[in-house]
């Protein structure tokens, strides 16, 4: 049972572009929802939230969409810079289950030059 | 930082293993996570001050201690080939600092 999912497992992107990575989840007790970056051989790194009373939430260049009635957001990033080539995780929390993160399965951006 | 110990591990099946983690100073807050190869960290555990505080849906086989020390261990008996896998540890300042979770760079287990 996949409450939080990634269906692009990769995206390629040309530099300056923008990226976007999609995100779809199913509970609708998630009261946080946050993306994390993860490089090879390190751990996650938080990157951009949101809380489920919102709608946006800007950071630089990233933002995070949240349409509740559709169970979707989206991450972008604007313009693309060849450093963002990562995995990115997006994570749902429920805070009823004692606040664990319950994570998608990655996208793996690439940013070209 | 977050730091894990060892970096790689190899183990044969029906083994028991235990993975280390020692936190950012001051967090009393550790989760333990599984990655398996192309997913995301699936929660295993979390600790609070030194108690499991929820717990996802794995075995008893695997469980967890916290110290006061900021150091954290996950035990894992009988090991199953299932169980190779990236085990990430996370610390945060407390139980729903979740924008503040700081993980580790993992632990990569091989069970053969």
């Known amino acids: 049972d996949q409450q939080v999912k990634q269906n692009s497992p990769s995206l390629s992107v040309q530099e300056g572009r923008i990226s976007i990575l999609n995100c779809d989840y199913t509970?609708?007790?998630?009261?946080?929802f946050l993306w994390y970056k993860k490089y090879p051989a390190e751990g996650p790194t938080f990157l951009i939230s949101?809380?489920?009373?919102?709608d946006k939430n800007e950071d630089g260049r990233f933002t995070v969409f949240l349409n509740k009635s559709a169970k979707h957001l989206s991450l972008h990033i604007v313009p693309s810079q060849p450093g963002d080539s990562a995995v990115y995780f997006c994570?749902?929390?429920?805070?009823?289950?004692?606040?664990?993160?319950?994570f998608g399965q990655g996208t793996e951006l690439s940013v070209k030059p | 930082g977050v730091t894990q110990s060892p970096t790689h591990l190899i183990k044969t099946r029906g083994q028991q293993v235990t993975l280390r983690c020692s936190s950012q100073?001051?967090?009393?807050?550790v989760s333990w996570y599984q990655q398996a190869l192309g997913q995301g960290p699936q929660f295993i555990f979390q600790?609070?001050?030194?108690?499991?505080?929820g717990r996802g849906n794995f075995p008893p086989r695997f469980s967890g201690l916290q110290f006061p020390n900021d150091s954290s261990e996950l035990n894992v008996n009988a090991l199953e080939l299932d169980d190779s896998a990236l085990y990430l540890c996370?610390?945060?300042?407390?139980?729903?600092?979740?924008?503040?979770?700081?993980f580790g760079p993992g632990t990569r287990l091989t069970v053969l």
């Open positions: 600790y609070y001050r030194e108690e499991e505080n």
């Open positions: 994570a749902a929390r429920d805070y009823n289950q004692g606040g664990k993160l319950i």
């Open positions: 949101i809380s489920s009373i919102k």
């Open positions: 100073s001051g967090h009393n807050t």
């Open positions: 996370a610390s945060s300042l407390d139980r729903v600092s979740y924008n503040e979770q700081f």
């Open positions: 509970n609708s007790m998630f009261d946080y």
